[in-house]
């Protein structure tokens, strides 16, 4: 059943009505706009909502939001307003429902979910991929490989890069192109061009 606060249960303020005690505009507004309105309230939680035995307990809270936001400001489109926020209540009561306490399961591996850990395909996938890059980075040339190792596997700037091998920044950009496109030349079957040997 959706949870419900114990306000809006049965016996409990039916219509939200003491919400609107005291506010004789509301009171009208909600008599005259909301519920003629009821019909259409109840046809939208029927066809949305799975447990018909909550569809009383949905509307009275649909009623309440509906009062506990007009007294701020009352809508301008009554209909628009009261189908989102009955659309909005099911998307609320949703969520309350497959939230799992934690302390409900001892042990976190009884949830049975995967925690990002890959499966045993994925794995020797993932190995085989590592083997032809490393295959592929040791037939580029000294320099392009080095300067591809320095940007993408460690993750150094390009000045950086020019400090630790001894040539310029423009240098550094060449021997990245250059190496790049032999790696991507390489692992995709094409024949690798040699420019990139300096």
């Known amino acids: 059943m959706a949870e419900i606060p114990e306000t809006n249960r049965e016996g409990a303020d039916p219509l939200g009505q003491s919400l609107l005690a005291g506010d004789d505009d509301l009171a009208a507004w909600f008599v005259r706009e909301v519920l003629p309105l009821e ?9 949305n909502w799975h447990n018909k035995s909550d569809i009383a307990d949905l509307r009275q809270e649909v009623y309440v939001r509906i009062c506990e936001a ?5 809508p301008d489109h009554t209909k628009r307003f009261v189908l989102t926020t009955a659309r909005n209540l099911l998307i609320d009561c949703v969520r309350r429902e497959h939230v799992v306490p934690i302390e409900a399961v001892a042990d976190v591996d009884a949830l049975g979910t995967a925690l990002d850990a890959p499966g045993p395909e994925r794995v020797t996938l993932a190995r085989d991929e590592l083997r032809r890059l490393q295959g592929a980075l040791d037939r ?13 596997v460690e993750g150094l700037p390009g000045r950086e890069i020019a400090a630790r091998m001894g040539i310029t920044e423009g240098m550094v950009s060449v021997h990245l192109a250059h190496g790049v496109r032999a790696l991507a030349n390489l692992l995709y079957g094409e024949t690798p061009t040699r420019g990139g040997s300096a």
């Open 70 to 74: 007009a007294q701020k400001q009352i």
């Open 140 to 152: 580029l040339p000294p320099r392009c490989r080095e300067a591809v190792v320095l940007a993408h």
């Open 39 to 47: 019909a259409t309230l109840m046809q939208f939680l029927h066809h």
